[in-house]
């Protein structure tokens, strides 16, 4: 009774006024805002469904009972303000990125031929759990071989054989804070000589992209990773030409988004309360904002996919790689994964 009445009073106030209200769904359940938006055109296209959304019935509420209300988008306003990281905002970031690498690296370490994706990521869960985060980011994706290069595939059915490679990529929420970290590694612990030439040439390359990140206009970061890919290209021997050609086409993406395209796209995805963190379209990075770097290079043919991601923070003079701890390069991987184990330490 007391909230209804306190229902009409509230909108007998805001008859005739404007009211900021968010428009956009909510993400629910380790979900991000365009899946948001996807389930909201899919519920609009269902003859069976079509249900408002909690924010739209919440507008129609209000409309009823309060004559003359107007209202106005709040999305784009707190969108903006999550451009930006607080002090407090990149903390929380900066534990989120050391429990999701430190469940990363601990899955490299048990790591076996003959494991099911599942158990890798029940490794990770272990670890969020244990350093007290309240949830994941968003569902797993921890794809060995060819389940690689589906995207978004989440299913952790299969059983990892010796020789395949493993895409991990999986984060905690901690504190309603996101991460987003990628690696891939062999399940063997070694890469056969194939698969170091095509990621050793992959890691050069996406290093000339993170090191290209500063304040500035997103379009000069570009042409400086352009160039500097072009170096690494220049000096590089393959000894499978599909690896060069991959490599190719990978450079050639780049180059062409360098001529065409501005903002968002074409760097990486913001990361924030959300693992694709809300966003306001933008021509240059600015000190305090926080996205992730995940270029995949690909043999389409052969379904072999490769992606790693790390997340970065803009700084006044450059960028802070708040996941450098986890290892990236060839050596540093292999030396990882010789180390012991969850299941080893765990005598089983």
């Known amino acids: 009774v007391q909230a209804r009445a306190d229902f009409d009073t509230v909108a007998k106030t805001l008859a005739g006024r404007t009211v900021y209200t968010p428009f956009r769904d909510e993400t629910r359940g380790a979900g991000t805002p365009d899946r948001a938006a996807a389930h909201k055109a899919a519920r609009e296209a269902d003859p069976w469904d079509q249900r408002p959304s909690r924010e739209e019935w919440f507008r129609q509420r209000l409309s009823s009972a ?9 999305d784009p306003v707190i969108d903006a303000m999550r451009m930006i990281k607080s002090p407090r ?28 994706e599942y158990e890798l990521e029940a490794i990770a869960d272990y670890v969020y759990k244990k ?10 994706l921890v794809a060995s071989g060819i389940n690689a290069s589906w995207p978004h595939y989440h299913a952790a059915q299969a059983q990892i054989k ?16 996101a991460s987003d970290v990628t690696r891939d590694f062999p399940i063997s612990g070694r890469f056969s000589p194939d ?26 970061i570009f042409t400086d990773i352009v160039q500097k890919m072009d170096a690494i290209m220049a000096s590089a021997v393959f000894k499978n030409p599909k690896n060069r050609e991959a490599a190719e086409r990978f450079v050639d993406g780049y ?14 995805h913001m990361v924030g309360m959300e693992a694709h963190d809300a966003f306001v379209p933008y021509e240059e990075l600015k000190p305090g904002m926080i996205f992730t770097i995940e270029p995949a290079m690909t043999i389409p043919e052969d379904r072999v996919y490769i992606r790693a991601e790390d997340v970065l923070l803009v700084t006044e003079n450059g960028y802070e ?25 765990a005598g089983r």
């Open 66 to 74: 309060a004559p003359g209300v107007g209202f106005k988008d709040l």
């Open 162 to 177: 010796d020789g395949q490679m493993v895409l991990f990529d999986y984060a905690p929420d901690y504190k309603y804070y």
């Open 255 to 268: 180059r062409t988004r360098s001529a065409s395209t501005r903002g968002y796209a074409s760097l990486g």
């Open 195 to 220: 698969q170091a030439e095509l990621y050793g040439t992959y890691v050069k390359l996406y290093k000339a992209i993170m090191t290209s990140v500063r304040p500035g206009k997103v379009s000069d």
């Open 131 to 140: 350093n007290n985060a309240q949830g994941i980011a968003y569902f797993a």
């Open 321 to 345: 790689n708040l996941s450098a701890f986890v290892p990236i390069e060839i050596e540093a991987i292999e030396k990882l994964m010789a180390e012991p184990g969850i299941t080893d330490r």
């Open 89 to 116: 905002e990149i903390a929380m970031m900066r534990t989120s990125t050391r429990i999701a690498g430190e469940a990363l690296m601990e899955a490299m370490r048990s790591a076996r031929p003959g494991m099911y």
